[in-house]
C-alpha cells in the first residue's frame, strides 16, 4: 500500500528530549504521526504520515460519548549497535485486531500497520532515546469518529499511530513498588471488555487508584469481579508471584488482558526451567505464603513497565511484605534479559526481535 509522507517543516519541529533521567513517560511527542481512515463503502483507506497535530472532532463524535475506542502500547528500541529494533510489534498488531472485534470495529491489515509503523519510525527515527532504559513509546489507537449520539456502532473510523521517547514508568524505576489490593472497586468481569485493550478499561480504574494514592500506593491489584478473592491483574501490567519455587499468574480468564510482555515471561522463564503456572491464585494464599515465608518476590509486567518489582501490599487493613522488600533474584534476571533482547545486546533464541533501521 503507499503510504503518502508529508514532513514537517522547520517551524512545526520540537526540541528533542535528550536527558533520559528527566523523561518521564508519555510527555513528549515525535514530530509526526501516522493516520489512517475507515469508511464503509472503502474499507481502511488513506495512510498517510503527517506533521504531528491537533485533531478536530466533532463535538458529538461517538467516541467521546460511548468509548467505542481501542489502543495499543509498544516500543521502539535504540540497539547497542545504533540499528532500531522493535519486539514481538505484530502480536501488539494481532491483539489490536482481537480488542477491535470485541468494539465491533473493522480490524487492520498488520503488514499495512506494519509498513506505517516503520515509515514512521524511518521519519522520527531522531526521537528514539539512547540512554539506558529508555525507548520511543509507540501508541496505534483507533476511534470512533460517527458525529451521532444513537448507541450503535460507529460508521466510520480514524486509526493513527503517535510515538514519543520515555522512561520508566513508574518514578520508583526498577526500585519495588507498593500496591494497595482493592475489595471495593472491580476492573472487570468476565464477558465483558476486560480483555480487550480500551480506554474503558483504563477509566474503571481511576477511582481505586486515586484512593490508592492517596494512601501511599503506586498501584492496584484487581480481584475476581465475582467471588473478590483471586488476584488477577494490576492497572498497568500483568503480576507474577513466586511462591517458593513456582511463578504463578492469573490465566487469561476473559478478564485481564493478554499482556505481550506476560507471555514473554512465562516462555522465558520456562525456558530456564522454572516451573510457570497460569492458575487461579488466592489472595488469602498469598497472605499465608507471606506468613510461611515462602513468597518470595511478586512483580508486574507491560510494556511501558517492563518489570515492576512489588515489595508490599495492602489488603483490608493488612500489609503484606514481599521477601525481603528488595527486588528478587527473578525479577531482575528476567529484567536484564528482557532488555538485552530488546536493546540488541544478546542472541534472540525466541526470534521476538526485529532490526528496522
Ligand atoms: C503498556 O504497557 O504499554 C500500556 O499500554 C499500559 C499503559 C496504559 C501505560
Not at 4 to 19: C, M, N, S, V
Not at 188 to 210: C, D, F, H, M, R
Request: hydrophobic residues 40%.
Amino acid at each position: 500500500m503507499d503510504i503518502k509522507i508529508t514532513l514537517a517543516g522547520p517551524e512545526q519541529r520540537k526540541p528533542i528530549p535528550r536527558d533520559g533521567n528527566t523523561l518521564g513517560f508519555g510527555r513528549h511527542f515525535s514530530d509526526h504521526f501516522f493516520l489512517m481512515d475507515y469508511a464503509p463503502e472503502r474499507g481502511w483507506f488513506d495512510p498517510r504520515v503527517e506533521p504531528y497535530h491537533k485533531l478536530s472532532l466533532d463535538p458529538a463524535t461517538m467516541v467521546l460519548h460511548y468509548g467505542q475506542q481501542v489502543f495499543e502500547g509498544m516500543k521502539a528500541y535504540r540497539g547497542a549497535d545504533g540499528g532500531v529494533y522493535l519486539f514481538r510489534h505484530r502480536k501488539n498488531f494481532e491483539r489490536l485486531n482481537r480488542s477491535c472485534r470485541r468494539l465491533v470495529i473493522p480490524e487492520l491489515d498488520i503488514d499495512v500497520l506494519e509498513q506505517g509503523l516503520r515509515e514512521l519510525i524511518r521519519v522520527d527515527q531522531e526521537w528514539i532515546p539512547t540512554s539506558e532504559g529508555c525507548a520511543l513509546y509507540i501508541r496505534p489507537t483507533v476511534i470512533a469518529t460517527d458525529p451521532v449520539l444513537g448507541v450503535r456502532p460507529s460508521d466510520t473510523y480514524l486509526f493513527y499511530i503517535i510515538a514519543g521517547p520515555v522512561g520508566a514508568y513508574y518514578p520508583e524505576g526498577f526500585n519495588p513498588i507498593s500496591i494497595y489490593v482493592s475489595d471495593k472497586y472491580v476492573r472487570a468481569v468476565s464477558g465483558g471488555i476486560g480483555e480487550a485493550k480500551t480506554a474503558g478499561n483504563y477509566a474503571a480504574s481511576l477511582a481505586a487508584q486515586q484512593e490508592a494514592r492517596k494512601k501511599g500506593y503506586s498501584q492496584v491489584l484487581w480481584l475476581d469481579a465475582k467471588e473478590r478473592s483471586f488476584v488477577e491483574e494490576v492497572g498497568t501490567m500483568n503480576i507474577f508471584f513466586r511462591i517458593n519455587d513456582e511463578l504463578i499468574t492469573s490465566p487469561l480468564t476473559g478478564s485481564i488482558l493478554p499482556g505481550v510482555t506476560r507471555d514473554s515471561v512465562i516462555q522465558i522463564a520456562r525456558s530456564w526451567g522454572v516451573k510457570v503456572s497460569e492458575r487461579m491464585l488466592a489472595v488469602d494464599e498469598v497472605f499465608d505464603a507471606a506468613q510461611k515465608g515462602s513468597l518470595k518476590e511478586v512483580f508486574g509486567a507491560g510494556t511501558a513497565a517492563v518489570i515492576a518489582p512489588v515489595k508490599k501490599f495492602h489488603y483490608k487493613d493488612r500489609d503484606i511484605q514481599v521477601g525481603d522488600g528488595r527486588s528478587g533474584e527473578l525479577s531482575q534476571r528476567l529484567y536484564k534479559y528482557i532488555l538485552d533482547l530488546q536493546y540488541g545486546r544478546i542472541e534472540d533464541p525466541f526470534g521476538w526481535r526485529t532490526r528496522i533501521l
